[in-house]
């Protein structure tokens, strides 16, 4: 069996103390594909030095993250261009838009995010979209920008239905997280009116650790439990649910 992280940020300051050792965990419990979102030029670094350690287990994307989208973002959107120049990527993210910090930087925000899709669009990559208070200013971004060449990820899906059949109709998938086993996190009320194979599985580690680790630091080990919930809100095996979600996986990064 194996199963993929689809969003895992291990360069996290979190995990300074037992990174080796927390990749290696998860590593033994099948969880063998990690897809490495970006932040800033300030973690490009420490994501090299992780791809260089597990070559056969960690893929880098190259973005900036609607958070770090400050005064500076355009000559930040510059060096993830030089990036995509100079080696290869497996997906443009994390993008997008979040409000719940600052409802000040929508417009710059926005630019970001249409400047990324793009990118993404130019290279063949997907994107993987970061959406927090935001759903309606990010979706008419999408709109806006919808066509062939437009497809990836809807990271850390909290919507309603309606909202993951507006996502699914740009071409997205949906990543699935902790929040899925929640008991007010309401996606696995309906994710079995989504067919299984619309879906990714993703812990966002360090972030949003799933019951019953909820409130602790995540990592990519506890995607077992993501796994077991999903596998029961459908009715079918874990085995199942690892085959298909990472299926999906590789056919939206080509890896």
Known sequence: MTITDT??????????????????????????????????????????????????????MAGLHPTHVKEDFREELKLVEQQLENRNFFAIGETGI???????????????????????????????????????????????EK?????????????????????????????????????????????????IEEIVLETDAPYLAPAPYRGKRNESLYIVEVLKKVADIYGISEEEVAEITTNTSKQIFKR
């Open 7 to 60: 969003h895992t940020h291990l360069y996290s300051e979190s995990f300074d103390e037992d990174r080796g050792e927390m990749i290696k965990r998860a590593i033994a419990a099948n969880v063998t594909r990690f897809f490495i979102p970006a932040i800033d030029s300030t973690y490009v670094g420490s994501m090299y030095v992780l791809e260089k350690k597990f070559p056969e287990n960690i893929f880098l």
């Open 98 to 144: 979040d409000l719940y910090w600052d409802k000040s930087t929508l417009g710059i925000q926005q630019e970001a995010f249409r400047f990324q899709i793009r990118l993404a669009k130019k290279h063949k990559l997907p994107i993987v979209i970061h959406c927090r208070d935001a759903f309606d200013e990010v979706f008419e971004v999408l709109e806006g």
């Open 147 to 195: 066509d062939d060449n437009l497809f990836g990820i809807f990271h850390c899906f909290t919507g309603t239905f309606e909202q993951a059949q507006q996502a699914l109709s740009y071409n997205m998938k949906l990543g699935i997280g902790g929040v899925v086993t929640f008991k007010n996190g309401k996606i696995d009320t309906f994710l079995s009116q989504i067919p």
